[in-house]
């Protein structure tokens, strides 16, 4: 395709799928037509023509020109963003701009802020909640000592000495210096270890990160930035960890202090001599100190109390994450997978093997390939994604206990199962309160199940009821014979009963179905009733803290509504699909959490990998349309609950690693996110980006995301 056609088939892209501005647009189509017009210039016209050479010339054209940084990053940046809806489109395979670099751009350095403005920065957290003493102690140091974010960071609470008032700071060229932190600093910092931090004073704290997130881990430079920008933005200010360094040496000097001492405490000195810390320096450094800086011996009180966290916070990384579990996808046995009698199962690579010509070309290149060995699959050489596996720690391998760790949740107990039937006394509870008998009362697949009992249950009008390896109550009934509202409610008297714990199950679900003897079919009007997850999840901490969750799928029935503020229930993966789509085309900013569940329920348990395979490549084809509907800032997990290999013993499901890719339009790099130790590493992933307080067994990957 001619390139001036698939610049015009990109402006308009922006313009109707991302929404961009006229504005935007136009400056994107004069940049890029400037590009277009330098390759004419080289007898370049066609997309086939196109190689990364190309686009390294026309950057050094740029500055032969004379063309300033500022142009030259603008326009590389036009070019990234064009080319990776190349890539999305298809026409090229990969993105041309993976090895071109935008030049460095110099950046002003920040003002220093007015001591009256720190004073009222630093009352600004609210001292009596335990986040608040952490805020006031970091914002001290901060400002007290003049650290990089880096260093703040890093600092262990062995380095920190607040009854002689100083701290050891170790560089990022591992070099040490000395530098005292004052009244404040030593009052507050001495009140938060005492008081809230993980590490009690009387600990070995050798290795103890100092200021640590509430699930206990060292808070990171993003986290501290985000923590700054917060409160500064009460005040309207524009406070950087930059600015408040450069405070701190302004003040100092401004005040009287020699040069070479603020040097010595900045540790920004090539000479080793000031760099090294040496304990004779101490009472001279303590002197310069007290004597300039501003707030050296002001004593702190405790009563500043404004802060609080608030819901409107809007420092996250991504304004949206998406998250779309392929029900039942697993990536390879685990290692305890012995003691669920499921050694050797492998969803995805026995899907390959039994479904020759089977590609997947677009989870592929976000990475699905590198992640393990997948039939004859060569890993992508330049993936545009993050790729990894995660492990299943809760006990158990079926749909809630899956979805509640994704969540966060870790399940110790696991569900009751009934595999020789439910307890008669159940039953008969429940044919009385229904006014029907039961046949069946048996583990059972849900085809082999109709084909057994569904034309008794047409005639005798009674329900087939059946479970599984799951802890499952599943009624059955033919929609011509038993209306749907009828074996709604019935699965409601199910439902109750079974919350009985000599009784209980996860879930009840309807499974109504049409049809005639040897072709009954299950219809699309499945309906799940689930128990509630037995502690809050991360739904629960995002809606708390004002953040939208909307669920697409049985997403809704897996969490009870728990924590979701709208959702939409589906007939199918495609429907799942489209929804999903709609709902990213909407302007929300949140969590979006889909489940497509025909993987599991049409292929896995009916034992169908070729079938299976279709429905990947279903899901593969709408990739680069959901890709398509998101924005800049949005963020999308794609992973699983658990596996269901189709060419395994029985039919239920398998205890397996599951896939876990990552994919944003902002991405700059990719790689391997290596195996996560748990799913509840996406929970703790969402609750970082959105800063919600959620304690959880996972670790966030947010900062790999680059």
Known sequence: MELRNLLSAYLLYLREERGVSDGTAQSYSSDLSDFLDSLDKRGVNH?????PLHLTAYTNEMRAQGKSAATIARRISALRSFCKYLVLRRVVDVDLTIQLEAPRMNK?????????????????????????????????????????????????????????????????????????????????????????????????????????????QRLTRQGIWKILKKYAGQLGMDATPQALRRSFASHLL??????????????????????????????????????????????????????????EESGMAYKRITVIVLDSVGIGELSDAGQYGDLGAHTLGHIIE??????????????????????????????????????EVSVGKDTMTG????????????????????????????????????????????????????????????????TSADSVFQLAAHEDVIPLEELYNACRVARRLTMKDEFSVGRVIARPYLGEPGAFKRTSNRHDYAVKPPYPTVLNALKAGGVEVVSVGKINDIFSGEGIARTTSTKSNAHGIEVTIRELQRDFGGFLFTNLVDFDSLYGHRRDPEGYGRALEEFDRSLPDIMAAMKEDDLLLITADHGN??????????????PLLAWSPSFAEAGRLEDRATFADVAATVADNFGIDFKTHGTSFLALLK
């Open 403 to 466: 979805h509640w760790e994704l969540a966060g949740l870790r399940i110790d107990k696991p569900f009751r199962t009934f595999p020789d039937g439910f307890p008669v006394a159940l039953i008969r509870q429940f044919e009385d309160e229904t006014g029907r008998s039961v046949i069946g009362n048996k583990p059972a697949s849900g085809t082999e199940i109709l084909d057994e009992l569904g034309a008794e249950q047409m005639r005798s009008g009674a329900w087939i009821v059946y």
């Open 47 to 51: 997309e086939t023509q196109l190689r």
């Open 254 to 311: 401004a005040n009287g202090a020699d040069l070479r001492s603020v040097q010595e405490m900045l540790g920004v000195s090539s000479a080793a001599s000031l760099q090294a810390y040496l304990p004779a320096a101490k009472p001279r450094l303590t002197e310069v100190y007290e004597r300039n800086h501003p707030r050296a011996g002001v004593k702190p009180k405790p009563e500043y109390d404004n802060y609080g966290l608030r819901k």
């Open 645 to 658: 290999d189709p060419v395994h013993a029985g039919t239920d499901h398998t205890r397996e690693y599951v």
């Open 108 to 216: 002003k350095a920040p003002k220093p802020i007015r001591s009256e403005e720190l004073d009222k920065l630093l009352s600004l957290p609210d001292t009596e909640q335990p986040t608040g003493i952490r805020d006031r102690a970091m914002l001290e140091l901060m400002y007290a000592t003049g650290l990089r974010v880096s260093e703040l960071a890093s600092l262990n609470a062995d380095q920190v000495n607040p009854e002689m008032g100083f701290l050891l700071c170790i560089g990022a060229d591992g070099r040490e210096r000395m530098v005292p932190i004052g009244a404040g600093g030593s009052y507050w910092v001495s009140r938060y270890v005492q008081e809230m931090s993980p590490v009690a004073p009387q600990e070995d704290k050798s290795g103890a990160a100092l200021f640590v997130n509430r699930q206990g």
């Open 354 to 391: 039994r479904s020759p010509g089977l590609e997947l070309p677009n989870m592929r290149k976000l990475g699905l390939g590198n992640i393990a060995p997948l039939g004859e699959w060569q890993p992508e050489a330049a993936p545009s994604g993050y790729y990894g596996k995660m492990a």
